[in-house]
């Protein structure tokens, strides 16, 4: 369903991404590892078109989204989930939620409420519809983030660290609900320096060094096996796993 070719993204002369390529299909979830900086955030940036890449292709849904900037419908497909969530601070959880469906005329203003309670209360958090993200807590902030994004009925999501600015006791919250969008068949790209989530909630890993994939294959694999001394030496350096 989506498939990066030889994608390159310099900023001014620094280069971050030297040639990305993989092929993503439906129901995969793969998950993104490396070193800090070497290109994790910047790589699903492009994928979404947050940053204009300065060379190759991302081909989804049969467009090249590089090739023309006019594929919003497309690129609408696909989600994202930031570390820091993201949300309005002056809008209630309703409204951040509905705020882009609405915009976009996806969904009228009532439909849109009812979708955001459905979606609210599968998850018990109902009772917080009217509050404010000041009065949430991470993990709430979170997951309302996630419905956010499946608002806008994306065929993708892309996490980049998705709990890492939460408190521990928070992660199984955030977690649990993508092991359930996992469940029901969506698609996800999850970049995380938790290594025992990825390993135990992906069923493929990419391993990025310096903007090149060094290595990439089944989770248990990559991790129970390394075979560069690249990935060898990152995980060596960690041992939550
Ligand atoms: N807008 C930007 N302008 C200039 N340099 C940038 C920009 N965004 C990212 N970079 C640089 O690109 C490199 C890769 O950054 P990126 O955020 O993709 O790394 P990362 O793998 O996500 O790291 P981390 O694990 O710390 O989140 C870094 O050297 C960063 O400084
Ligand atoms: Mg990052």
């Given at each position: ?32 590892i ?9 790589l ?6 947050l ?9 989804f849904?049969?467009n ?20 820091q ?18 915009l ?29 993200p000041?009065?949430l ?12 994004t ?25 977690t ?7 469940n ?8 995380s320096?938790e290594?025992n ?17 060094r ?10 096996n ?16």
């Amino acid at each position: 369903m989506l498939e990066v070719r030889n994608l390159r993204k310099s900023f001014g002369n620094k280069k971050v991404l030297n040639g990305i390529d993989f092929v993503v299909n439906k129901g995969d979830i793969i998950g993104i590892i490396g070193p800090s900086g070497c290109g994790k955030s910047t790589l699903l940036r492009c994928i979404n078109m947050l940053e204009k890449p300065t060379s190759g292709e991302i081909v989804f849904a049969g467009n090249n989204l590089v090739d023309d900037e006019s594929h919003t419908e497309t690129r609408r497909r696909i989600g994202m989930v930031f570390q820091q969530f993201n949300l309005f601070n002056h809008m209630t959880v309703l409204d951040n939620i509905i705020l882009s469906p609405v915009l976009l005329g996806i969904l009228k203003k009532e439909e849109a409420i009812n979708q955001a309670k459905k979606l609210l209360k599968e998850i018990d958090l109902e009772e917080i519809i009217n509050s404010y993200p000041h009065q949430l807590s991470g993990g709430q902030k979170q997951r309302v983030a996630i419905i956010r994004t499946l608002m806008m009925k994306p065929e993708i999501i892309l996490f980049d660290e998705p709990t890492s600015a939460l408190d521990p006791e928070m992660i199984g919250e955030v977690t649990n609900l993508m092991r359930k969008l996992a469940n029901e068949g969506m698609t996800m790209l999850v970049v995380s320096h938790e290594m025992n989530f990825i390993k135990n909630f992906c069923n493929r890993v990419i391993f990025l060094s310096e903007g090149k994939i060094r290595e990439q294959g089944p989770s248990k694999e990559l991790f129970n096996n390394p075979k560069t001394d690249k990935l060898k030496s990152f995980l060596s350096k960690i041992n939550n796993y």
